[in-house]
Antibody, heavy 125, light 107 residues
Framework: EVQLVESGGGLVKPGGSLRLSCAAS????????MNWVRQAPGKGLEWVSS????????YYADSLQGRFTISRDNAKNSLYLQVISLRAEDTAVYYC??????????????????WGQGTLVTVSS | DIQMTQSPSTLSASVGDRVTITCRAS??????LAWYQQKPGKAPKLLIY???SLESGVPSRFSGSGSGTEFTLTISSLQPDDFATYYC?????????FGQGTKVGIK
């Protein structure tokens, strides 16, 4: 069974930073692109970032303005999102999502086949 | 960026109703479209991919159609478990991926 478990969320002051983690199990982590998607309270889904299976291809939403860094450690079956200069508008549940299998270290976008339960990040003074 | 627009934003329906949700893309995305269901406090769940392919384990009352810029999600006979918010997602490119959502409520 595919499992994705996010951690690292919490209350952070504006201007602060944090690192979200996603622990994956139940599949060959190194074969799949991974993604972060966020959802502000009462709002819709917003794609944040994607990383291909071997980290060759990395993409970010333009709106993030260079404050987010996605990475992965295939030896540890883990996905990460480093966020700096946090703002109130970054308050959201952050979901880790596994893409559909694309057959390799793919540059193409994919749909999100499996999701974690999310971790809440609250930015407030 | 490709913009995805869903309609309606909300709808009220009864158990047994046929429900249709539309998603329009600002430019052609071929058939690279997925649909998700999300219930309050839960993660989204994949229903449909490649516009019309049913994800394993999803009830057959859900179906998708369309290509290019216009797509629909149909629930043939609404069940109590189907009251939720539905999102479309384009994966032709990474940017601007999700529609704003359609909340299906009880009439």
């Amino acid at each position: 069974e595919v499992q994705l478990v996010e951690s690292g969320g919490g209350l952070v002051k504006p201007g602060g930073s944090l690192r979200l983690s996603c622990a994956a199990s139940g599949f060959t982590f190194s074969s799949y692109s991974m993604n972060w998607v966020r959802q502000a309270p009462g709002k819709g889904l917003e794609w944040v970032s994607s990383i291909s299976s071997s980290s060759s291809y990395i993409y970010y939403a333009d709106s993030l303005q260079g404050r987010f860094t996605i990475s992965r450690d295939n030896a540890k079956n883990s996905l990460y999102l480093q966020v700096i200069s946090l703002r109130a508008e970054d308050t959201a549940v952050y979901y880790c999502a596994r893409a559909a299998y694309c057959g390799g270290d793919c540059y193409s976008a994919e749909y999100f086949q499996h999701w974690g339960q999310g971790t809440l990040v609250t930015v407030s003074s | 960026d490709i913009q995805m627009t869903q309609s309606p934003s909300t709808l009220s329906a009864s158990v047994g109703d046929r429900v249709t949700i539309t998603c329009r893309a600002s430019q052609s995305i071929s058939s690279w479209l997925a649909w998700y269901q999300q219930k309050p406090g839960k993660a989204p769940k994949l229903l449909i991919y490649k516009a019309s392919s049913l994800e394993s384990g999803v009830p057959s009352r859900f179906s998708g159609s369309g290509s290019g810029t216009e797509f629909t999600l149909t629930i043939s006979s609404l069940q109590p478990d189907d009251f939720a918010t539905y999102y479309c997602q384009q994966y032709n490119t990474y940017a601007g991926t999700f529609g704003q959502g359609t909340k299906v409520g009880i009439k």
